[in-house]
């Protein structure tokens, strides 16, 4: 069975930073698309952040551009988001996803749809 499992999140003051993590077990996903999504009280689920399997192709939302940062670790399945200047709007349920298709377009990480996997969140709170 399929798990990723979120960590990392909690409540902080606005410009504090975060890392969050996630950890895939039941697959390797080390030649596969990851992701980071967000949803908000009253919101659609957003895209955040992608990475592509090497770490050599990296895609953000423009809200967070400069901000955070995604990686990841194959040798360990895992997902990552460094967050940092964190600001009272990135308060939301942070999600893991992961791809099933190794070869996609460009656009593809940008959308809910293409993931196959998704995680069950973690909070992150930032006050103002």
């Known amino acids: 069975q399929v798990q990723l499992v979120e960590s990392g999140g909690g409540l902080v003051q606005a410009g504090d930073s975060l890392r969050l993590s996630c950890a895939a077990s039941g697959r390797t996903f080390s030649n596969n698309p990851m992701a980071w999504f967000r949803q908000a009280p009253g919101k659609e689920r957003e895209f955040v952040a992608a990475?592509?399997?090497?770490?050599?192709?990296?895609y953000y939302a423009d809200s967070v551009m400069g901000r955070f940062t995604i990686s990841r670790d194959n040798a360990r399945n895992a997902l990552y988001l460094q967050m940092s200047s964190l600001k009272p709007e990135d308060t939301a349920v942070y999600y893991c996803a992961a791809a099933s298709a190794i070869y996609h377009s460009s656009s593809a990480v940008y959308n809910k749809s293409f993931y196959a996997y998704w995680g069950q969140g973690t909070q992150v709170t930032v006050s103002s």
């Open positions: 990475v592509s399997w090497s770490d050599a192709n990296t």
